[in-house]
């Protein structure tokens, strides 16, 4: 089956055998084009998309080294998304489908992140069966778009436990990235930054929805600024010491350079630092991980979940990874997640999910409509 991703900013497109078998997976990324704005430009991405698209489709045919006529279906993105990027794809499948006599499948871009856990190389296995985990499960699709917590009794049922009150993960990362100016995308710079820091030495909460699953990012952000505003505050105070004080401590009131016999009077002590930007970083990606394994452990006490399956873009933080997995092992839970070059947007994981799809209702008509919002679970 053929997928085709164009959700956001990533042109994709690849080829997978029996909804699990990567044969290719092509990811053209607009990165770079969009880091000029500090975030995606919807416009821009659309019309990247139409360039680009047929030489991703083209390119996954190749490395997987088949043709049109060796295809059994398209699989594309409808949604949720960008609008304008989900409507290049899907005219592209129509197109597409309409030329090959193909089966169409719109497939949900939340969906697909569920199943990249599945997914496999030809002759490896999928991170689902390498962990052992079994039915139900509990899902976390966390991304820049979405914090969804999933009941997955079985692969195309879920139950909707919990989902973001505001920002999700990945936009709370890109907005703190944004505040410390540590640029885009903000998810990769925070953690980058992360690295050199002391999460330690930052206070911030880790938010909690009274008698909810629900993710609330926005109090995190906000506590982050006061933050980052006492750290400036500081280093502003420092560069005026500088310039009028001595020693690096500050002059009090009605202070003398001199009293008779020479001496001086006593100066106060330099006030304690305030954490550095890798300190805030560290600090905020700490916050945002705790607030997200929280609830997802909790999911499994609830439901007696017999496995944890962690996708989406912000599953490729690295601190995440670790943390899930070690709460799993604790509780004596299967953990499973999807390498970090399948937990970013790509299009085995929209082939995988369309395989099973079409399966279970069929094909779509050529009237199938993209959604910016679509959700999954309810």
């Keep these: 089956m053929l997928g085709i991703e164009t959700s956001c900013d990533e042109t994709a497109a690849a080829v997978v055998a029996g909804g699990e078998v990567i044969a290719s997976n092509v990811v053209a990324s607009q990165e770079d084009l969009h880091a000029r704005f500090g975030g995606i430009v919807p416009e821009v991405a659309s019309r990247k998309h139409v360039e680009l698209l047929p030489l991703v489709v083209e390119q996954a045919l190749t490395q997987a080294g088949v043709t049109w006529e060796d295809l059994a279906a398209i699989a594309v993105t409808h949604g949720p998304g960008l609008v304008g990027s989900l409507i ?12 090959s006599g193909l089966p169409l499948v719109g497939v949900n871009h939340l969906e697909a992140h569920v199943h990249a856990a599945f997914l496999r190389e030809r002759d490896g296995i999928s991170p689902f069966a390498e962990s052992g985990a079994d039915f139900p499960l509990v899902c976390l699709v966390a991304s820049g778009g979405h914090s969804d917590l999933l009941r997955v009794p079985r692969l195309g049922e879920y139950e909707l436990l919990g989902c973001a009150r505001d920002d999700a993960p990945g936009e709370a990362f890109d907005k703190a990235a944004r505040l410390l100016g540590l640029g885009y995308p903000g998810g990769p710079a925070i953690e980058r930054a992360a690295a050199e820091g002391d999460a330690t030495r930052v206070e911030l909460p880790r938010p909690v929805v009274k008698d909810s699953l629900d ?6 952000k906000t506590a982050l600024k006061r933050q980052e505003t006492g750290v400036r505050s500081q280093e502003s105070g420092e560069r005026r010491t500088a310039r009028h004080g001595e020693g690096g401590h500050s002059a009090p009131a009605g202070w003398k350079p001199a009293l008779p016999g020479g001496r001086r009077p006593p100066l106060p002590a330099r006030v ?7 300190d805030l970083a560290a600090g905020f990606q700490a916050a945002v991980v705790d607030t997200l394994v929280r609830n997802t452990m909790e999911a499994v006490e609830r439901v007696g979940a017999r496995g944890v399956i962690l996708s989406g873009g912000v599953a490729a933080n690295t601190r995440l990874r670790e943390m899930m997995a070690k709460e799993a092992e604790r509780r004596g839970v299967p953990f499973a997640v999807a390498p970090k070059r399948l937990c970013t947007d790509n299009a085995a ?20 409509d993209v959604f910016s919002t679509l959700p999954l679970g309810q």
């Design 272 to 278: 304690p630092a305030l954490p550095a930007t890798a």
């Design 215 to 220: 993710f609330s990012f926005s109090g995190l």
């Design 88 to 99: 290049v794809g899907v005219a592209a499948a129509k197109a597409y489908a309409m030329i």
């Design 349 to 368: 994981m929209v082939a995988a999910a369309g395989y099973h799809v079409l399966r279970r209702k069929g094909p779509d008509g050529l009237e199938l």
